[in-house]
T-cell receptor, first 118, second 114 residues
């Protein structure tokens, strides 16, 4: 089945120790997103890739970086995790077009990586 | 005004009840609307896209009112398994980058009780 896969499902890191979360997809979608979600809050978009075009959100801290080496994979790097970065990190994909008027389709989510910072 | 607003609830209803959620959005140019469902400690999952003409999927009915800029979700004959958070989602508008983004409501919590 086509899907969005995230690894690991649970990640424990120490304060200040870099961590990388991975996402892969078999949907062949051209857009990949990273969200941060804390308890009882809506998902917060960190950034997204349209193909290789990186789109950062204005309020995403520099501590968060991303890489998309190919269509199928996208990584979230947290350079120096703080206690406030403990959250669920969700990867999502969608198909979007730049045709006149654009077309926008729903996003499909991976199961998430729950990050704990000690 | 928030871009997407929902009543956070919680809504506590008995099995078999009908429950309705409303959501308002601020950008009149928005074109795509969705309801997502999220179970505790799980990822959001698409429940329904919302079309201008309204759409129904089994016990679930979604409506869009563009003039008033609100979206509704009606759940009939509630089941215990419907207990979850329901998130109203609208696509961002503006430049191409914003078109690819979703604007999320904070979600409405539903608890269906036996």
């Amino acid at each position: 089945d086509a899907m969005v896969i995230q690894n690991p499902r649970y990640q424990v890191t120490q304060f200040g120790k870099p961590v990388t979360l991975s996402c892969s997809q078999t949907l062949n979608h051209n857009v990949m997103y990273w969200y941060q979600q804390k308890s009882s809050q809506a998902p917060k978009l960190l950034f997204h890739y349209y193909d290789k075009d990186f789109n950062n959100e204005a309020d995403t801290p520099d501590n968060f970086q991303s890489r998309r080496p190919n269509t199928s994979f996208c990584f979230l790097d947290i350079r120096s995790p703080g206690l406030g970065d403990a959250a669920m990190y969700l990867c999502a994909t969608s198909w979007a077009s730049l045709a006149a008027g654009g077309s926008y389709n729903e996003q499909f989510f991976g199961p998430g990586t729950r990050l704990t910072v000690l | 005004r928030k871009e997407v607003e929902q009543d956070p609830g919680p809504f506590n209803v008995p099995e078999g009840a009908t429950v309705a959620f409303n959501c308002t959005y601020s950008n009149s140019a928005s074109q795509s609307f969705f309801w997502y469902r999220q179970d505790c400690r799980k990822e959001p999952k698409l429940l329904m896209s919302v079309y201008s003409s309204g759409n129904e999927d089994g016990r679930f009915t979604a409506q869009l009112n563009r003039a008033s800029q609100y979206i509704s979700l009606l759940i009939r004959d509630s089941k215990l398994s419907d207990s979850a958070t329901y998130l109203c989602v609208v696509n961002g508008m503006g430049n191409a980058g914003n078109n690819r983004k979703l604007i999320w409501g904070l979600g409405t919590s539903l608890a269906v009780n036996p």
